[in-house]
Each structure stands twice: as structure tokens, then as C-alpha cells.
């Protein structure tokens, strides 16, 4: 088989193909919008997921790490960096910067958290 | 690390909002233009690797969901591969479902499991067909269909891929989950089976 020859296969059958994508029928684009809408709704789903799952967890490791600066604070051992700054920073890690939709329904709690690590530490 | 909490705790709250909503705007814009640029030809690959319409639709749909769901979060330039990998997957458990079905239905009483579907290369136009033969739009894609379900499931891949949807042989590779190399065989021996059932194109 020549260059030419399957040159002009693929040619020849990329148009058929081609053409048949253009006059796809409504009905079937119809539904494609349709499936293209419901898959998209998963980044919804996706992100309510991820608060549900991951909040309650959040919530409870920055209680704990409140926790830990609190008795560091009242052992008297330093932390290397500035104590509210490397909380802080944890707490960063905590709620992580994939989704921070979270901060909509308990942003009083993290800022309590961390005016609590900042008060108990200084 | 200090940078990024600098940065936190610099951004209020409201900032940080906004931001996380704009970014998600920003994605879902962005993977809506993908998936509308990119529909319609999967669909029709669909259709031709599987020969059902519903089910083809139903493929694409289900493409699109894993995509937006498992790659979302992926660089833009990697979607068209991977979605093809995950439509390709889903082509091909939905080919053994069938092949598992229709064993099952060649054990039963006064069945057939092969007499709905008839030989594609046998009823494939006669490549030495006359100058009348009208070999252009749908009914050359229809012949070409034909003999495409004739091919390897990988020959049709690739030559599905390369050729219709214009994949190059990284993201082929990709997108059939081997080597270039293999792409560019099954690719060659595609084109060689598929000039031998069609002929010369009108």
C-alpha cells in the first residue's frame, strides 16, 4: 500500500466522517447538551461532598491543634517559628486551598479557633 | 509554606470566597467548552465503535461525568486524552458485556447468537463494485463503518482516534492505554485492512 493510496484513505473517510458529525440530528445534540448539563453538575456534587466529608474533620483537627498550642503555651516550650503564624500555617493545611467554600458556614468557628491559638500561645 | 499562610492570613475571608468561586466558575466554563467542542465526534465514534445509538449516547454521558468527576482538576490539555481513555474503557466493557451475552445466548434453545449480526466484512460493499456505485457522504461512511467493525478492536480504536477524532500518537497512546509504538501498528495495520474490504475511494 502507497503513501498516496492511504494518504487518500484517510482523507476521503476523515470528510465522510466529518460530514456526518455536521448533520447530526437535533435530537441527538438535544441530548448531548443534556448529558454535557448533568455532568457538570458533579463539580457541585463534587464540592458538596468534599465539605461534608472533609469539614467535620477540619473542624476537629483544628480543635485539636488548638489544643496542642494551648499546652505548649502553658509547658513553656517555644515553638520554632511564631507560634500563631506556624498555627496558622497548619491550619492552612487543615483547610486546604482545593475548596474553601467551607469558610462559608463556619468561618466564626476558624476565626475563634484561631484567635484561641493566638491568645493561648502569646 | 510561611509564604502561603502569609498569604492566608493576609486574604480575608471574603476574599478567599470570592476567589474559590471564581475558580470554579472559570472550570465549569472551561469544561463546558471542552465537552461541547468535543461531543458531537464522540458521540459519532461511539456510535461507529459500538453500532447502538442509545448505547452510544449513553457512553458519552458517562464519559463526561468521570471526566468532570476524576479530571476535573487536571490541566485543560490533558481532557481530550483522557477522555477518550475513559470512553474507550467504556466501549470496551460494554463490547464484553456483549460478547459474554451473546455466548450465553448461542447455549440457548433455537437461537443464533451470530445471526443478528451479520459478517461486516461479508456485507461490506464489493470493493470492485462499478463506476454507479455512489460512494460519497453517509453511505461511503456507512461502508466504511462496515468495515471498520470488520477490524481488531484495537485496529478500530486507533484508526478511530487518529484519523476521525485527529488524536496525535502521544495522546492515542494515551487515550488506548499502550505505547506509541503499538498505536502506530495497529494504526498501519488498520489502514491495510481497511483498503483491502474497501478498495479505491470514489
Redesign the interface.
Known sequence: MTDERMRELERKSRAAFDESVESLDAASRSRLTRARARALEELQHRRAAWSSTWLPAGAAAAAALAAVMLWQGEEGTAPATTPAFAALEDLDIVAGSEDLAMFDEDEEFYAWAVGEMSDGVG | ??R??TL??ALP?DG??D???ET?VD??RA??RF??GI???A??IAEIALRD?AEA?DA??DA??R???SY??HPEDQWRPLFYRILQNRITDHQRRQKVRNAVMAWWPGRDADEEAPDPVESAADPDGGPDQAL???E??ER?EQALAGLSGRQREAFLLR??EGLDVAQTAVAMGCSEGSVKTHYFRA??A??QV?G??K
Open positions: 509554606m510561611i502561603s499562610a492566608s492570613a475571608l478567599r470566597r476567589m474559590a468561586r470554579t472550570q465549569a469544561l463546558d465537552l461541547a461531543e458531537r465526534r458521540l459519532r445509538h449516547q458519552v454521558q463526561m461525568i471526566l468532570v468527576r476535573g482538576q460519497e457522504g453517509m461511503l461512511l466504511i484519523n476521525f489502514l491495510q481497511l483498503q474497501l479505491e475511494l
